[in-house]
């Protein structure tokens, strides 16, 4: 079974709207970490938010907002105010059992999904 | 500071030739990551180190891949020999991990684009 759900391939918004991307996942570890990248045509890969599965708050950074819903283990981002420099591959990944002593640093990501912002 | 630096950013090479590629990680980071990103498999985890240690190997495709981590401020990733199928954007990220709670959040390298004609 995937371990993240990315289940939009493609999305379309208009500019200066708000987008929601959609992330599931799949653990049974209770501590976690959720990531989101995005990667620009350009090709690098640029950290955008951050939530960890104890934080009572979901997570914002500027016009990027963490919708964190525990029991049904999505975290979906949301960018308000769409600008076209937010056309780009958005990734969500997942980090397992660093906090439960296992030590495990990678990260596990989704397939990813393509935002267009048209004008 | 400066980001997590990667060279060549570019590299086109026959296949059979040995193909080396380097990476600094952010000063401070104590894990380093080499991923692997193709059309077909997305991102791949082929390796990890902490504290210079390879931690998991286990994402590296086969004995032509070999990875080293000499210091905190190096790391190689070589290929030998290269084969078509080795053509992909090879990423490296860092993140300070301490051994309490932490985001360990990895910070990404510009990538190198491999091809192998």
């Known amino acids: 079974a995937q371990k993240i759900t990315q289940t939009q391939p493609g999305m379309f918004v208009q500019e200066k709207e708000a987008v929601t991307l959609d992330c599931t996942y799949d653990?049974?570890?209770?501590?976690?970490?959720l990531f989101w990248y995005k990667q620009p045509s350009s090709g690098e890969m640029i950290f955008l938010i951050y939530?960890?599965?104890?934080?009572?708050q979901n997570a914002t950074e500027g016009r990027y907002s963490l919708n964190f819903q525990k029991a049904r283990k999505s975290a979906n981002l949301v960018i308000s105010a769409s600008q076209l420099g937010d056309s780009a591959m958005y990734f969500c990944?997942?980090?397992?059992?660093?906090?439960?002593?296992?030590?495990?640093?990678?990260?596990?990501f989704g397939k990813g999904t393509k935002l267009s912002v048209i004008p | 500071d400066a980001g997590v630096i990667q060279s060549p950013r570019h590299e086109v090479t026959e296949m059979g030739q040995e193909v080396t590629l380097r990476c600094k990680p952010i000063?401070?980071?104590?894990?380093l990551f080499w991923y692997r990103q193709t059309m077909m498999r997305g991102l791949e985890l082929l390796i990890y180190?902490?504290?210079?240690?390879?931690?998991?190997d286990s994402g590296m495709p086969e004995d032509r891949f070999s990875a080293k981590m000499p210091n905190a401020s190096f790391s190689t990733l070589k290929i030998q020999p290269s084969e078509p199928r080795d053509s992909a954007v090879y990423f490296c990220?860092?993140?300070?991990?301490?051994?309490?709670?932490?985001?360990?959040?990895?910070?990404f390298g510009p990538g190198t684009r491999l091809t192998v004609l």
């Open positions: 990220a860092s993140s300070f991990s301490p051994p309490g709670p932490s985001t360990d959040t990895q910070y």
């Open positions: 000063s401070g980071h104590n894990s």
């Open positions: 180190f902490n504290n210079n240690v390879p931690i998991d």
């Open positions: 653990t049974s570890d209770p501590s976690y970490g």
């Open positions: 990944a997942m980090r397992e059992g660093r906090y439960s002593g296992a030590g495990s640093y990678q990260l596990t």
């Open positions: 939530q960890g599965s104890y934080d009572q």
